[in-house]
């Protein structure tokens, strides 16, 4: 079998954050070609109809400006206003940035113990090293709890046990990464009763919350079928023919690591419940991370000072790639000042066509793909897009289930590359895979997702569903 090193955090030939400052800086040109413009809003929602283009004054000259907090007319942004919403970008996801070094420094302890290392023994040795039986299995768990619960934040956890076990079969973190990654995109563009993005986006068209889940879950066999597949076949790329060949270890674990992966399991158990429960924030969950942080070091015998070492190590190995969450936000922050984001789905919308169904479907689901890299929040999309796209889709005989559909496909094919997007950032953070590295391995999936999701509304609108 070919032993691989671990990959950099970083890519070689293109650092992450200059990508995010080009990003950043391409969002403060726009904001000087594209017009202004707003829609009115009934609290988050955008109401039908009501956009209206707002005066706007550009030149050269505005790059060199000073924001000024009394500051009211519309203006593009300066160059001084690019750098100073870098910090209010890190300001608005702090809660996820927190969050995210607090788990690094969880696994830090939880890598310590040697608890992880150990499962990973067991799990191999249960399954006799064959990752054709493994990684399925896992993925379809991943997929269910996505797709039918809304799982997302809570894989964070996970991430880098799977990253653990990769390693272990001597293929690349990003392997590791897609094991999780992929099935909760997956569930995500299906969406069966995921009550995240159904919960606002099918009221908004006249439809019962998780109707029509029959059809989505045929359709989530589908991506998830796919997203298997894909993941065999880079695992068989990278040297696991069938059964890894390993030097497996079959001794027992020790009660010091069945203490420590008993109370991983529960903690695991128990954030699925509580924060379907109790709707946790980041406040909360970061909380119940520093406490289960506790439990796994009293568990794994570790001493205080000793523990705390080992969570600031942890820390430490992902605090450069949080720093990517903020500046991605930040492109937010420079698109709202700009007063531009607006005018961009009012010009998204005029241009899907209305010639038949499955056209209109269509030109839906590109608006859709590409709303989702100016507004990567699940629910933030579907608050702005389906006030516009459900009256549009009536008028051009898309029945509303499609519509719904068309803001599942695109929001969540564009979540599995985007720069932008938080959790995916999170996830790459906790993994300690760059970028760049993850944009060359899932390339080839996002585009086959994006014919699968043509095909399917085909087969939607042929149905009438």
């Known amino acids: 079998m070919k032993q691989r090193t671990d990959a950099p955090i970083i890519a070689q030939h293109v650092n992450p954050i200059v990508i995010m400052i080009g990003i950043l800086l391409l969002a403060t040109g726009l904001t000087y070609i594209v017009d202004s413009g707003a829609f009115e809003r009934d609290g988050r929602l955008v109401v039908p109809g009501s956009y209206q283009p707002l005066e706007k004054d550009a030149s050269v000259l505005d790059l060199l400006a000073i924001p000024s907090e009394e500051q009211h007319e519309v203006a593009p942004v300066s160059l001084i206003g690019t750098a100073l919403a870098i910090p209010v970008g890190l300001e608005r996801m702090a809660g996820l940035i927190f969050m995210v070094l607090i788990i690094g420094g969880m696994f830090g302890i939880v890598t310590h113990t040697g608890a992880i290392d150990a499962g990973l023994e067991k799990l191999l040795s249960s399954v006799r ?26 894989y964070l956890l996970i991430i880098p046990i799977m990253v653990a076990m990769a390693t272990r079969l001597g293929l690349s973190r990003v392997i590791g990464l897609a094991i999780v990654t992929v099935p909760v995109k997956a569930g995500y563009l299906s969406s069966v009763t995921n009550p995240i993005p159904l919960s606002i986006a099918q009221p908004l068209v006249g439809l019962q919350i998780f109707s029509g889940a029959g059809v989505r879950f045929a359709f989530l066999l589908v991506f998830i079928a796919a997203g298997i597949a894909f993941v065999l076949y880079m695992i068989r790329r990278e040297g696991v023919n069938a059964v890894a060949s390993l030097d497996i270890n079959h001794d027992d674990l020790s009660l010091r690591h069945k203490l420590v992966l008993s109370a991983l399991v529960a903690g695991v158990a128990f954030l699925v419940y509580a924060s379907n429960r109790w709707h946790w924030s980041h406040t909360e969950l970061s909380a119940y991370y520093i406490l ?64 038949s169904a499955f056209v209109t479907s269509i030109g839906m689901f590109v608006s859709q793909l590409l709303l989702d890299f100016l507004i990567p929040s699940t629910s933030g999309q579907a608050a702005v897009s389906m ?50 590295e993850w944009a060359r391995f899932i390339f080839r999936l996002w585009v086959i997702y994006i014919f699968i999701a043509i095909a399917l509304l085909g087969v939607a609108v042929s149905i009438g569903f």
Not at 129 to 154: D, H, K, Q, T, W
Not at 300 to 317: H, T
Not at 338 to 350: E, F, K, Q
């Open 129 to 154: 090293g064959n990752v054709y039986i493994l990684v399925p299995a896992l993925m379809l768990v991943f997929a269910a709890g996505s797709s039918f619960l809304g799982l997302a934040s809570e």
């Open 292 to 355: 289960l942080s506790i439990v796994a070091a009293a568990a794994g015998g570790i001493p205080p000072s000793e523990a705390a070492g080992a969570f600031v190590s942890g820390m430490k190995k992902i605090l450069m790639a949080t720093m990517l969450i903020g500046v991605a936000s930040a492109v937010a922050v420079v698109l709202e000042q700009g007063r531009i984001l607006d005018s961009i789905v009012h010009s998204l919308t005029a241009l899907i066509g209305g010639d």
């Open 387 to 436: 006030p516009i796209l459900g009256p549009l889709g009536q008028l051009t005989g898309v029945t509303p289930q499609t519509t719904v559909l068309t803001f599942l496909f695109g929001n969540g094919i564009t979540n599995m590359l985007t720069p932008t997007s938080g959790t995916l950032l999170a996830y790459l953070a906790t993994a300690q895979v760059g970028w760049v």
